[in-house]
């Protein structure tokens, strides 16, 4: 396994080829399609954003939207019906250097819930929306006169 792998598999618990016997123990791979924009671990889900996963993003008020390419990406947050659509309260942190860096929040599971389903985005720069992309198994149809597309956290 390459190194680049191992540290994904240890710091995001991803399913990648190798990461079930990661410390010499079986991990269960995970069931159906892989859920997109966060991971549970434990008692803890953690979020996370990669900008190389999206192409475009919307603006709140207008509906414009943009190449996510084209933005300097200041501050993301994550917000869903689990925090009010909160536009401030569960800011992302940096979780590596570079221009396309990934982002990444933990909270308890007892912090959001369980045996629900949460609809969430991800908002850059305190403006532009990000939703799922057409091959993300985990979105949704926007509710609550919102238009487009919300991910969905699953806690079964």
């Not at 908002?123 to 509710?143: I, M």
């Amino acid at each position: 396994m390459r190194r680049s792998t191992l540290v994904l598999c240890i710091v995001l618990g991803l399913a990648l080829p190798g990461c079930a016997t990661l410390r010499g123990r079986a991990r269960p791979a995970p069931a159906g399609p892989p859920r997109e924009g966060y991971v549970i671990r434990g008692t803890k889900v953690t979020f996370v954003f990669d900008p190389a996963h999206y192409d475009s993003v919307t603006a709140d008020s207008s509906g414009e939207r943009a190449p996510l390419a084209g933005l300097r990406i200041r501050s993301v947050n994550v917000a869903g019906t689990f925090n009010g659509w909160s536009r401030s309260a569960w800011l992302m942190t940096r979780a590596e250097a570079g221009p396309q860096a990934r982002y990444t929040l933990a909270h308890a599971l007892a912090e959001v819930g369980t045996g629900r389903e949460y609809p969430f985005r991800f908002l850059v720069n305190d403006r532009w929306w990000v939703e799922p992309t057409a091959r993300t198994s985990n979105r949704r149809p926007a509710e609550d006169g919102r238009s487009g597309y919300d991910f969905l956290l699953k806690l079964d």
